[in-house]
Protein backbone atom coordinates (compact mmCIF):
# COMPACT_ATOMS: atom_id res chain seq x y z
CA UNK A 1 0.00 0.00 0.00
CA UNK A 2 1.77 3.35 -0.97
CA UNK A 3 2.10 6.10 1.18
CA UNK A 4 1.49 8.60 -1.80
CA UNK A 5 1.06 12.20 -0.93
CA UNK A 6 -2.77 13.20 -0.64
CA UNK A 7 -2.80 14.96 -3.70
CA UNK A 8 -0.14 13.14 -6.12
CA UNK A 9 -0.81 14.15 -10.02
CA UNK A 10 -3.43 17.03 -9.16
CA UNK A 11 -3.61 19.74 -11.05
CA UNK A 12 -4.65 23.05 -8.80
CA UNK A 13 -5.51 26.31 -9.88
CA UNK A 14 -5.41 28.63 -6.67
CA UNK A 15 -6.94 31.98 -7.30
CA UNK A 16 -6.67 34.71 -4.78
CA UNK A 17 -9.09 37.49 -4.87
CA UNK A 18 -8.76 40.54 -2.65
CA UNK A 19 -8.66 40.79 1.23
CA UNK A 20 -6.05 40.52 4.31
CA UNK A 21 -6.58 36.56 4.23
CA UNK A 22 -4.34 36.57 1.17
CA UNK A 23 -1.42 36.19 3.43
CA UNK A 24 -2.71 32.69 4.69
CA UNK A 25 -2.50 31.58 0.63
CA UNK A 26 0.98 31.89 0.79
CA UNK A 27 1.22 29.09 3.68
CA UNK A 28 -1.91 27.49 1.47
CA UNK A 29 0.20 26.87 -1.73
CA UNK A 30 3.04 25.48 0.39
CA UNK A 31 0.68 22.76 2.21
CA UNK A 32 -0.65 21.82 -1.61
CA UNK A 33 2.55 21.42 -3.07
CA UNK A 34 3.74 19.62 -0.34
CA UNK A 35 0.86 17.06 -0.60
CA UNK A 36 1.88 16.79 -3.97
CA UNK A 37 -0.44 19.16 -5.81
CA UNK A 38 0.76 21.33 -8.82
CA UNK A 39 -0.16 24.62 -8.50
CA UNK A 40 -1.41 27.62 -10.75
CA UNK A 41 -1.89 30.87 -8.84
CA UNK A 42 -4.50 33.19 -10.50
CA UNK A 43 -4.61 37.02 -8.63
CA UNK A 44 -7.09 39.56 -8.81
CA UNK A 45 -5.49 43.01 -9.13
CA UNK A 46 -7.31 43.24 -5.78
CA UNK A 47 -4.92 40.58 -4.38
CA UNK A 48 -2.03 42.21 -5.65
CA UNK A 49 -2.79 44.94 -2.93
CA UNK A 50 -2.17 42.54 -0.12
CA UNK A 51 0.55 40.10 -1.27
CA UNK A 52 2.62 40.21 -4.24
CA UNK A 53 2.87 37.80 -7.53
CA UNK A 54 6.81 37.13 -6.21
CA UNK A 55 5.94 35.50 -3.14
CA UNK A 56 3.41 33.18 -4.75
CA UNK A 57 5.55 32.23 -7.55
CA UNK A 58 8.30 31.42 -5.92
CA UNK A 59 6.05 29.11 -3.58
CA UNK A 60 3.91 27.41 -6.43
CA UNK A 61 7.10 27.59 -8.43
CA UNK A 62 5.12 28.64 -11.60
CA UNK A 63 4.37 31.90 -13.29
CA UNK A 64 1.50 33.50 -11.71
CA UNK A 65 -1.16 35.00 -14.19
CA UNK A 66 -2.95 38.35 -13.06
CA UNK A 67 -4.73 39.63 -16.44
CA UNK A 68 -6.50 38.26 -19.34
CA UNK A 69 -4.43 40.23 -21.41
CA UNK A 70 -1.39 38.74 -20.75
CA UNK A 71 0.34 38.44 -24.41
CA UNK A 72 2.49 35.38 -22.49
CA UNK A 73 -0.39 32.86 -23.67
CA UNK A 74 0.44 31.62 -27.42
CA UNK A 75 -3.57 32.07 -28.04
CA UNK A 76 -4.17 35.08 -25.79
CA UNK A 77 -6.71 32.79 -23.60
CA UNK A 78 -6.10 32.42 -20.32
CA UNK A 79 -8.97 32.13 -19.15
CA UNK A 80 -9.91 28.88 -21.35
CA UNK A 81 -6.37 27.44 -21.40
CA UNK A 82 -6.34 27.68 -17.25
CA UNK A 83 -8.99 25.42 -16.77
CA UNK A 84 -9.23 22.82 -19.40
CA UNK A 85 -6.88 20.69 -17.66
CA UNK A 86 -7.16 21.55 -14.24
CA UNK A 87 -8.60 19.21 -11.60
CA UNK A 88 -10.53 22.11 -9.91
CA UNK A 89 -10.36 25.90 -8.89
CA UNK A 90 -10.14 26.78 -5.55
CA UNK A 91 -10.43 30.53 -4.55
CA UNK A 92 -8.75 31.26 -1.15
CA UNK A 93 -9.82 34.40 -0.15
CA UNK A 94 -12.82 34.65 -2.31
CA UNK A 95 -14.33 37.87 -1.20
CA UNK A 96 -17.44 39.52 -0.93
CA UNK A 97 -17.17 40.99 -4.86
CA UNK A 98 -15.85 37.75 -6.59
CA UNK A 99 -19.09 35.74 -4.86
CA UNK A 100 -21.38 38.29 -6.42
CA UNK A 101 -19.18 38.45 -9.73
CA UNK A 102 -19.97 34.61 -9.75
CA UNK A 103 -23.34 34.79 -8.56
CA UNK A 104 -23.95 37.12 -11.56
CA UNK A 105 -22.30 35.29 -13.99
CA UNK A 106 -19.92 38.03 -14.84
CA UNK A 107 -16.43 38.36 -16.02
CA UNK A 108 -14.50 41.29 -15.22
CA UNK A 109 -11.64 40.53 -14.37
CA UNK A 110 -9.65 37.28 -15.45
CA UNK A 111 -10.11 35.14 -11.81
CA UNK A 112 -13.91 35.69 -12.69
CA UNK A 113 -13.42 34.99 -16.19
CA UNK A 114 -11.97 32.07 -15.84
CA UNK A 115 -14.52 30.51 -13.19
CA UNK A 116 -17.40 31.35 -16.07
CA UNK A 117 -15.41 29.76 -18.94
CA UNK A 118 -14.52 26.47 -16.72
CA UNK A 119 -16.34 23.60 -18.13
CA UNK A 120 -18.57 22.89 -15.12
CA UNK A 121 -19.10 19.04 -15.09
CA UNK A 122 -15.59 18.31 -14.97
CA UNK A 123 -13.62 21.56 -13.13
CA UNK A 124 -15.22 21.87 -9.49
CA UNK A 125 -14.97 25.10 -8.00
CA UNK A 126 -14.07 25.62 -4.16
CA UNK A 127 -14.40 28.99 -2.98
CA UNK A 128 -13.16 29.92 0.86
CA UNK A 129 -14.32 32.84 1.86
CA UNK A 130 -13.24 35.53 3.44
CA UNK A 131 -14.49 38.90 4.80
CA UNK A 132 -15.40 41.19 7.70
CA UNK A 133 -18.56 39.83 9.88
CA UNK A 134 -20.84 42.29 8.97
CA UNK A 135 -20.41 41.67 5.06
CA UNK A 136 -20.89 37.92 5.34
CA UNK A 137 -23.98 38.24 7.24
CA UNK A 138 -25.29 40.77 5.24
CA UNK A 139 -28.14 39.27 3.01
CA UNK A 140 -26.85 40.09 -0.27
CA UNK A 141 -24.00 37.84 0.70
CA UNK A 142 -25.95 35.27 2.07
CA UNK A 143 -28.14 34.79 -0.88
CA UNK A 144 -25.00 35.09 -3.39
CA UNK A 145 -23.92 31.90 -1.41
CA UNK A 146 -26.78 30.53 -1.74
CA UNK A 147 -27.13 31.12 -5.76
CA UNK A 148 -23.19 29.73 -6.47
CA UNK A 149 -23.79 26.80 -4.09
CA UNK A 150 -26.83 25.82 -6.09
CA UNK A 151 -24.78 26.62 -9.45
CA UNK A 152 -22.44 23.88 -7.97
CA UNK A 153 -20.30 25.48 -6.13
CA UNK A 154 -18.73 23.96 -2.48
CA UNK A 155 -18.45 26.73 -0.08
CA UNK A 156 -15.48 26.33 2.67
CA UNK A 157 -16.01 27.21 5.71
CA UNK A 158 -15.89 30.21 7.04
CA UNK A 159 -14.22 29.97 10.27
CA UNK A 160 -15.48 32.39 13.17
CA UNK A 161 -13.14 34.76 15.60
CA UNK A 162 -11.33 37.82 15.75
CA UNK A 163 -11.02 39.69 12.40
CA UNK A 164 -8.13 41.98 10.88
CA UNK A 165 -10.77 45.12 11.29
CA UNK A 166 -10.84 44.07 14.90
CA UNK A 167 -14.20 42.70 15.12
CA UNK A 168 -15.37 39.65 16.47
CA UNK A 169 -17.06 37.11 14.65
CA UNK A 170 -18.04 34.81 11.23
CA UNK A 171 -16.50 35.23 8.07
CA UNK A 172 -12.67 34.34 8.81
CA UNK A 173 -11.03 32.69 5.95
CA UNK A 174 -10.21 29.10 7.38
CA UNK A 175 -6.83 28.15 8.12
CA UNK A 176 -4.82 26.85 5.40
CA UNK A 177 -4.61 23.56 7.28
CA UNK A 178 -8.49 23.24 7.51
CA UNK A 179 -8.49 24.44 3.92
CA UNK A 180 -6.10 21.63 2.83
CA UNK A 181 -7.93 18.99 4.95
CA UNK A 182 -11.38 20.18 3.14
CA UNK A 183 -9.29 20.05 -0.37
CA UNK A 184 -8.35 16.37 0.31
CA UNK A 185 -11.50 15.38 1.46
CA UNK A 186 -12.82 16.88 -1.19
CA UNK A 187 -10.92 14.08 -3.45
CA UNK A 188 -11.87 10.87 -1.78
CA UNK A 189 -14.25 8.66 -3.21
CA UNK A 190 -17.38 9.01 -1.31
CA UNK A 191 -18.05 5.45 -0.87
CA UNK A 192 -19.82 6.05 2.50
CA UNK A 193 -22.23 8.81 1.21
CA UNK A 194 -25.34 9.61 3.38
CA UNK A 195 -24.27 6.65 6.04
CA UNK A 196 -23.85 7.71 9.87
CA UNK A 197 -20.71 6.36 11.60
CA UNK A 198 -20.07 6.30 15.22
CA UNK A 199 -16.63 5.47 16.40
CA UNK A 200 -15.11 5.62 19.68
CA UNK A 201 -11.07 6.11 20.62
CA UNK A 202 -8.65 6.74 23.00
CA UNK A 203 -8.52 5.30 26.27
CA UNK A 204 -10.61 5.36 29.12
CA UNK A 205 -9.55 7.14 32.53
CA UNK A 206 -10.65 5.01 35.76
CA UNK A 207 -10.74 7.22 38.60
CA UNK A 208 -9.20 5.98 42.03
CA UNK A 209 -9.17 9.00 43.75
CA UNK A 210 -9.06 12.99 42.52
CA UNK A 211 -5.93 12.96 41.15
CA UNK A 212 -5.36 8.95 40.29
CA UNK A 213 -6.82 6.77 37.97
CA UNK A 214 -6.01 3.61 35.74
CA UNK A 215 -5.63 4.32 32.14
CA UNK A 216 -3.23 2.84 29.52
CA UNK A 217 -1.32 3.66 26.63
CA UNK A 218 -3.70 4.09 23.35
CA UNK A 219 -3.42 7.61 21.57
CA UNK A 220 -6.22 7.42 19.75
CA UNK A 221 -4.51 8.09 16.65
CA UNK A 222 -6.10 4.95 14.89
CA UNK A 223 -9.66 5.96 15.86
CA UNK A 224 -9.47 9.74 14.96
CA UNK A 225 -7.65 8.37 11.37
CA UNK A 226 -11.10 6.35 10.83
CA UNK A 227 -12.98 9.38 11.89
CA UNK A 228 -10.85 11.76 9.59
CA UNK A 229 -11.71 8.73 6.44
CA UNK A 230 -15.05 7.88 7.13
CA UNK A 231 -15.76 11.91 6.50
CA UNK A 232 -13.91 12.28 3.56
CA UNK A 233 -15.97 9.32 2.40
CA UNK A 234 -19.02 11.17 2.76
CA UNK A 235 -19.85 9.82 5.90
CA UNK A 236 -21.57 11.73 8.98
CA UNK A 237 -19.66 10.70 11.57
CA UNK A 238 -19.72 11.03 15.58
CA UNK A 239 -17.00 10.21 17.06
CA UNK A 240 -16.75 9.47 21.37
CA UNK A 241 -13.39 10.37 22.45
CA UNK A 242 -11.03 9.06 25.63
CA UNK A 243 -8.82 11.83 27.26
CA UNK A 244 -6.44 12.35 24.11
CA UNK A 245 -4.65 14.93 22.57
CA UNK A 246 -5.66 15.18 19.20
CA UNK A 247 -7.50 18.35 16.98
CA UNK A 248 -10.89 16.96 15.87
CA UNK A 249 -11.14 16.05 12.13
CA UNK A 250 -13.20 18.47 10.09
CA UNK A 251 -16.46 18.35 10.26
CA UNK A 252 -16.49 15.34 12.73
CA UNK A 253 -18.82 16.10 15.82
CA UNK A 254 -17.00 14.89 18.68
CA UNK A 255 -18.25 13.93 22.11
CA UNK A 256 -15.46 13.49 25.28
CA UNK A 257 -15.55 11.25 28.02
CA UNK A 258 -13.48 10.16 30.61
CA UNK A 259 -14.23 6.93 31.84
CA UNK A 260 -15.94 3.74 30.35
CA UNK A 261 -19.07 3.65 31.95
CA UNK A 262 -19.70 7.23 30.24
CA UNK A 263 -18.70 6.08 27.21
CA UNK A 264 -21.46 3.50 26.86
CA UNK A 265 -23.82 6.08 28.25
CA UNK A 266 -22.90 7.94 25.35
CA UNK A 267 -22.95 5.47 22.50
CA UNK A 268 -24.95 2.74 23.42
CA UNK A 269 -28.22 5.30 22.78
CA UNK A 270 -26.37 6.63 20.00
CA UNK A 271 -25.51 3.58 18.06
CA UNK A 272 -29.46 3.07 17.18
CA UNK A 273 -28.78 5.95 14.89
CA UNK A 274 -26.12 5.25 12.98
CA UNK A 275 -25.36 2.57 10.53
CA UNK A 276 -21.89 1.44 11.26
CA UNK A 277 -20.10 1.67 14.69
CA UNK A 278 -16.37 0.84 14.80
CA UNK A 279 -14.70 0.49 18.79
CA UNK A 280 -11.32 1.54 18.32
CA UNK A 281 -11.33 2.38 22.15
CA UNK A 282 -9.03 0.63 24.18
CA UNK A 283 -11.51 0.27 27.32
CA UNK A 284 -10.35 -0.17 30.48
CA UNK A 285 -11.58 -3.47 31.18
CA UNK A 286 -12.10 -2.63 35.03
CA UNK A 287 -12.15 0.09 37.14
CA UNK A 288 -12.13 0.70 41.11
CA UNK A 289 -15.28 -0.89 42.67
CA UNK A 290 -15.27 2.63 44.76
CA UNK A 291 -13.76 6.06 44.17
CA UNK A 292 -12.65 7.77 47.28
CA UNK A 293 -13.81 10.97 48.01
CA UNK A 294 -10.12 12.25 48.91
CA UNK A 295 -6.69 11.87 47.93
CA UNK A 296 -5.35 8.51 49.59
CA UNK A 297 -2.53 9.36 51.69
CA UNK A 298 0.27 7.13 53.01
CA UNK A 299 -0.73 6.02 56.49
CA UNK A 300 2.76 5.99 57.72
CA UNK A 301 2.77 2.12 58.15
CA UNK A 302 4.06 1.48 54.91
CA UNK A 303 1.24 -0.65 53.89
CA UNK A 304 0.10 -0.39 49.87
CA UNK A 305 -3.57 0.49 49.74
CA UNK A 306 -5.19 -2.30 48.12
CA UNK A 307 -7.99 -1.90 46.04
CA UNK A 308 -11.34 -4.03 44.74
CA UNK A 309 -11.94 -3.82 41.29
CA UNK A 310 -15.24 -4.22 38.97
CA UNK A 311 -15.87 -5.21 35.24
CA UNK A 312 -16.90 -2.36 33.19
CA UNK A 313 -19.69 -2.55 30.30
CA UNK A 314 -18.58 -4.10 27.16
CA UNK A 315 -19.68 -1.11 25.17
CA UNK A 316 -18.84 -3.28 21.50
CA UNK A 317 -21.02 -6.30 22.81
CA UNK A 318 -23.91 -4.70 24.39
CA UNK A 319 -24.02 -2.75 20.61
CA UNK A 320 -23.90 -5.52 18.74
CA UNK A 321 -26.71 -7.51 21.20
CA UNK A 322 -29.10 -4.69 20.03
CA UNK A 323 -32.14 -5.47 18.07
CA UNK A 324 -31.06 -3.98 14.94
CA UNK A 325 -27.68 -3.09 15.22
CA UNK A 326 -25.27 -1.19 13.14
CA UNK A 327 -22.71 -2.82 11.11
CA UNK A 328 -19.76 -3.53 14.11
CA UNK A 329 -16.34 -3.09 13.87
CA UNK A 330 -14.49 -4.42 16.47
CA UNK A 331 -10.77 -3.97 17.11
CA UNK A 332 -8.40 -6.50 18.62
CA UNK A 333 -4.88 -5.25 20.29
CA UNK A 334 -2.58 -8.29 20.92
CA UNK A 335 0.72 -9.24 21.46
CA UNK A 336 0.74 -12.54 20.05
CA UNK A 337 -1.47 -14.84 18.43
CA UNK A 338 -3.28 -12.08 16.31
CA UNK A 339 -5.47 -13.81 14.34
CA UNK A 340 -6.22 -16.65 16.63
CA UNK A 341 -7.72 -14.03 18.91
CA UNK A 342 -9.41 -11.48 16.67
CA UNK A 343 -11.41 -14.88 15.59
CA UNK A 344 -11.96 -15.41 19.04
CA UNK A 345 -13.68 -11.91 20.02
CA UNK A 346 -15.25 -12.28 16.31
CA UNK A 347 -17.08 -14.75 17.93
CA UNK A 348 -17.35 -14.60 21.53
CA UNK A 349 -19.04 -11.05 20.63
CA UNK A 350 -20.73 -11.94 17.37
CA UNK A 351 -19.56 -8.83 15.10
CA UNK A 352 -19.04 -9.12 11.44
CA UNK A 353 -15.86 -7.90 11.55
CA UNK A 354 -12.87 -7.78 13.70
CA UNK A 355 -9.67 -5.80 12.79
CA UNK A 356 -6.44 -7.11 14.78
CA UNK A 357 -3.50 -5.35 15.39
CA UNK A 358 -0.22 -6.10 17.78
CA UNK A 359 -1.07 -3.34 20.52
CA UNK A 360 2.60 -2.62 21.95
CA UNK A 361 4.19 -2.35 18.78
CA UNK A 362 1.34 0.56 17.34
CA UNK A 363 0.34 2.42 20.34
CA UNK A 364 0.86 5.78 20.17
CA UNK A 365 2.65 5.50 16.75
CA UNK A 366 1.41 7.22 13.46
CA UNK A 367 1.48 4.07 11.54
CA UNK A 368 0.48 0.43 11.57
CA UNK A 369 -0.55 -3.29 10.06
CA UNK A 370 -3.84 -4.16 10.31
CA UNK A 371 -5.41 -7.88 10.14
CA UNK A 372 -9.03 -8.25 9.27
CA UNK A 373 -10.80 -11.20 10.21
CA UNK A 374 -13.99 -12.10 9.34
CA UNK A 375 -16.29 -15.26 9.23
CA UNK A 376 -14.69 -15.69 5.95
CA UNK A 377 -11.71 -15.71 6.18
CA UNK A 378 -8.75 -13.30 6.90
CA UNK A 379 -6.80 -10.46 5.10
CA UNK A 380 -4.05 -8.26 5.63
CA UNK A 381 -4.50 -4.57 5.26
CA UNK A 382 -1.62 -3.58 3.76
CA UNK A 383 -1.89 -6.58 1.60
CA UNK A 384 1.71 -7.13 1.88
CA UNK A 385 1.73 -7.14 5.88
CA UNK A 386 4.17 -4.65 5.87
CA UNK A 387 3.51 -1.07 7.71
CA UNK A 388 1.55 2.02 6.46
CA UNK A 389 0.82 5.20 8.09
CA UNK A 390 -2.38 5.13 9.86
CA UNK A 391 -4.72 7.44 7.76
CA UNK A 392 -3.47 5.23 4.66
CA UNK A 393 -5.20 2.45 6.50
CA UNK A 394 -7.98 3.98 8.01
CA UNK A 395 -9.03 5.09 4.31
CA UNK A 396 -8.91 1.29 3.34
CA UNK A 397 -10.65 0.08 6.21
CA UNK A 398 -13.23 2.29 4.93
CA UNK A 399 -13.73 1.18 1.81
CA UNK A 400 -13.33 -2.56 3.10
CA UNK A 401 -16.50 -1.65 5.63
CA UNK A 402 -18.44 0.21 2.37
CA UNK A 403 -17.55 -3.03 -0.01
CA UNK A 404 -18.84 -4.73 2.98
CA UNK A 405 -21.74 -2.65 4.21
CA UNK A 406 -23.07 -2.79 0.53
CA UNK A 407 -22.88 -6.34 -0.25
CA UNK A 408 -24.92 -6.88 2.81
CA UNK A 409 -27.69 -4.40 1.53
CA UNK A 410 -27.62 -5.78 -2.63
N1 LIG B 1 -14.53 -2.97 23.97
C1 LIG B 1 -15.64 -2.24 24.37
N2 LIG B 1 -15.97 -2.16 25.69
C2 LIG B 1 -15.24 -2.78 26.62
C3 LIG B 1 -14.11 -3.52 26.24
C4 LIG B 1 -13.79 -3.58 24.90
O1 LIG B 1 -16.30 -1.66 23.51
N3 LIG B 1 -15.57 -2.69 27.89
C5 LIG B 1 -14.20 -3.08 22.55
C6 LIG B 1 -12.92 -2.38 22.14
O2 LIG B 1 -13.18 -1.04 21.70
C7 LIG B 1 -12.44 -3.26 21.00
C8 LIG B 1 -12.85 -4.65 21.45
O3 LIG B 1 -14.00 -4.44 22.27
O4 LIG B 1 -13.11 -2.99 19.79
C9 LIG B 1 -11.78 -5.31 22.23
O5 LIG B 1 -12.30 -6.45 22.80
P1 LIG B 1 -11.85 -7.00 24.25
O6 LIG B 1 -12.31 -8.39 24.33
O7 LIG B 1 -12.25 -6.16 25.36
O8 LIG B 1 -10.33 -6.84 24.11
P2 LIG B 1 -9.34 -7.01 25.23
O9 LIG B 1 -9.61 -6.10 26.39
O10 LIG B 1 -8.01 -6.88 24.60
O11 LIG B 1 -9.72 -8.48 25.66
P3 LIG B 1 -8.75 -9.60 26.23
O12 LIG B 1 -8.28 -9.02 27.52
O13 LIG B 1 -9.66 -10.76 26.37
O14 LIG B 1 -7.71 -9.79 25.19
Same mark, same amino acid.
Given at each position: ?50 ? $?? /? @? ?9 ? $? ?5 ? #? ?15 ? /?????? &? ?19 ? &? ?7 ? *? ?18 ? &? ?33 ? #? ?9 ? *? ?6 ? $? ?9 ? /? ?34 ? +?? %? ?37 ? %? ?16 ? @???? @? ?11 ? +?? +? %? ?64 ? $? *? ?14 ? @??
Amino acid at each position: MSDRPDLAGKRIVLGLSGGIACYKSAELVRLLTKAGASVQVVMTEAAMQFI $TP /V @TMQALSNQRVV $TSQWDAA #EPNNMAHINLSRDADAI /VVAPAS &ADLIAQLAQGRAGDLLSLLCL &ARPIERCPL *LLAPAMNREMWAHPATQRNL &ATVRSDGALVLGVGSGDQACGEVGDGRMLEPVELL #EDIVAFFQPKA *LAGQRVLI $TAGPTFEPIDP /VRGITNLSSGKMGFALARAAREAGAQVTLVAGPVHL +PT %PRGVSRIDVRTAQQMFDVTLPAAQRHEVFIATAAVADWR %PASLSEHKIKKDGKKLAP @TFEL @TENPDILASVAAL +PQ +P %PYCVGFAAESENLAAHARAKLERKRLPLVVGNLGPATFGRDDNALLLVDAHGEQSLPADGSAADKL $T *LARALVAEIARRISNR @TA
